[in-house]
């Protein structure tokens, strides 16, 4: 269809609001969420988590690189194949960002929280990802998937024993293969897309041109690390995939 043909970000400069509802649906989950988080040690022998996973589980990455430019910093992150779990909703851009966030990280959390084939608990982690794949024109829709990462004794990968089916069809399991990512860090909140996300992007997709690194535009990620109880020291991120083996310099 024309939707699948003519690539474009454009779709994305929409105002997205958290509405006062999500955040009352979010309440209960995310006090769990903040409690599972302090009793979650990481536990990988190779892998060092870095200081913004707080003691939790979270990918296996490699620095390969750095852009800086000025204050900030843009990591070429080689990531290890590993095993998420997360549901997908599509539609028009506009209003599509809070309904991601908040049926995403609800599917996400039942899930380890006994919905699953063996009724069983599961740690928290982080990141909450989103993977976003705009629609082609602003006629096209577009898809968002939530993701959660599952913990390492989950991560078949690295030893790790397989993990529970979910028990609701809209929830998948996900093993992804090893990709590269150039990520931007940034502190605050992800509540508005256009005020708090979008322009993120602008100043990454700015830092890799200027650096002559080509990036995909045709799919974008956000982590979040945090509980939105967390006022201080938060730790976001937003990326494009790139070539394996890229340099800030744009050579390979």
């Not at 899930?111 to 993977?131: A, F, H, Q, R, W």
């Not at 100043?203 to 200027?210: G, I």
């Not at 002559?212 to 494009?240: I, K, L, W």
Request: aromatic share 10%; glycine share 6%.
């Amino acid at each position: 269809s024309f939707c699948t043909l003519l690539p474009t970000i454009s779709t994305h400069r929409t105002s997205f609001k958290i509405k006062k509802t999500f955040i009352n649906a979010m309440s209960a989950s995310t006090l769990f969420v903040a409690a599972s988080a302090a009793a979650c040690t990481a536990t990988a022998t190779v892998f060092n988590p870095p200081k913004f996973c707080k003691d939790l589980n979270c990918p296996n990455f490699t620095v390969i690189d750095h852009c800086t430019d000025g204050n900030s910093t843009v990591e070429i992150r080689e990531y290890a194949p590993a095993t998420w779990v997360g549901s997908s909703i599509e539609g028009p851009a506009t209003g599509l960002w809070p309904k991601a966030n908040h049926g995403g990280f609800m599917n996400g959390f039942a899930y380890i929280s006994g919905d699953n084939s063996e009724n069983v608990n599961i740690k928290m982690t982080c990141p909450v990802k989103s993977l976003i794949i705009p629609g082609k024109t602003a006629e096209c829709n577009t898809t968002i998937r939530t993701s959660f990462f599952l913990p390492y004794a989950y991560q078949v990968n690295d030893g790790g024993v397989k993990p529970p089916t979910p028990n609701n069809a809209a929830v998948t399991l996900n093993s992804a293969e090893a990709y590269t990512l150039a990520v931007r860090s940034f502190g605050g909140f992800t509540n508005h897309y256009e005020k708090q996300v979008q322009p993120q992007f602008e100043a990454l997709s700015k830092q890799l041109k200027q650096r002559n690194v080509e990036f995909d535009t045709s799919r974008m990620v956000v982590q979040g690390y945090d509980s939105p109880f967390t006022t201080t020291d938060r730790h976001n991120e937003v990326a494009f995939f790139v070539t394996a083996g890229t340099k800030c310099s744009g050579t390979k």
